[in-house]
């Protein structure tokens, strides 16, 4: 499938805003993948860009990490992930990112060969003058793959202790269905005890039983999707009283199947159920869009108003973890009085 280019984004889509989930790897444009590939000695099955995007038609979440797993082979130095990361915070810049804490995960590169200091000192240059060359502050969030073993998760967080200074917090991702959060328990009482926040994948295919154990067995600050919330109210009660944010990813929906059509998207429900709800782009070079995409095209599918948009806008910056210090306090109250000022121009949208 090839898809026509996206319309040039209003000022709708352009507040300034906080993206929380996003998956690096999953910011690998077919462009760069070659060019990498070419770089690396590395034959892909495609023969071009064209023909890697006809791949990109997926019937659920596994199909997807079945070739987001495979293309992986293409990041092998610490260039690579520099570059990677690099050009998603451009891209990101450019669609109203202001600050970004970025997803990682570090089993698929130390089950190929690549050694987790490699991915850390790579993305970590990258990160390090961000602020600078795109206006984006970052952090870096590593996630463990859910179906792995729950040693190799804690074998993983062993590994990170050097590079903690550059590790945020950790998540929970990859195939949900079958692979319930209970199995790292441990893993995050002991990441806890690090020091590092907590996240995890929950409630994207998964039922609201798999969101109860993000929360009261893993004790999760954010659940990332938490789509199917709805289904549960005294799960909503629960993740209302005790404000926990969760990083919505619209365009990714529709390409997983998790919804038919963004039309069909619970947001404005979730919204009105009092869920601190924030809009993300998850994989942007799968699912066809990034930040700001997801807010023009979530916007427009679900008319949206100012208002709305201004409130997904502002829980973005109260649900990071802008938070560590007096400093960062400062940087997040900046970024929030950026979107209480921030002018929607009528001509553009
Ligand atoms: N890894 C990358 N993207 C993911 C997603 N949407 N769900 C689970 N794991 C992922
Ligand atoms: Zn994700």
Known sequence: MSHAPLAPLGSHALIPKAELHLHIEGTLEPELAFELAARNGITLPYADTEALR???????????????????????????????????????????????????????????????????????????????????????????????????????????????????????????????????????EAAGELGLRKVAHAGEEGDPGYVWEALDVLGVERVDHGLRSLEDPELVARLVRDRIPLTLCPMSNVRLRTIDVLEDHPLVAMMDAGLVCTVNSDDPAYFGGYAGDNFHAVGEALALDHERLRELARNSFVASFLDGSAEEEELRARYLAEVEAYAFDAATD
């Open 54 to 188: 006809t791949a990109y038609l997926f019937a659920d979440l596994q199909s997807f990490l079945d070739l987001y797993y495979a293309l992986m082979a293409v990041l092998i130095t610490e260039d690579d992930f520099e570059a990677l990361a690099d050009a998603y915070l451009a891209r990101a810049a450019a669609q109203g990112v202001r600050h970004a804490e970025i997803f990682f995960d570090p089993q698929a590169h130390t089950a190929r060969g690549v050694a987790l200091g490699t991915v850390v000192e790579g993305l970590s240059r990258a990160l390090a003058r961000s602020q600078e060359r795109h206006g984006v502050t970052t952090k870096l969030i590593m996630c463990f793959l859910r179906d792995q073993s729950a040693e190799s998760a804690m074998e993983t967080l062993e590994a990170a202790k050097p590079y903690l200074d550059r590790i945020v917090g950790v998540g929970l991702d990859s195939a949900e269905v079958g692979n319930p959060a209970s199995k790292f328990r441990e893993v995050y």
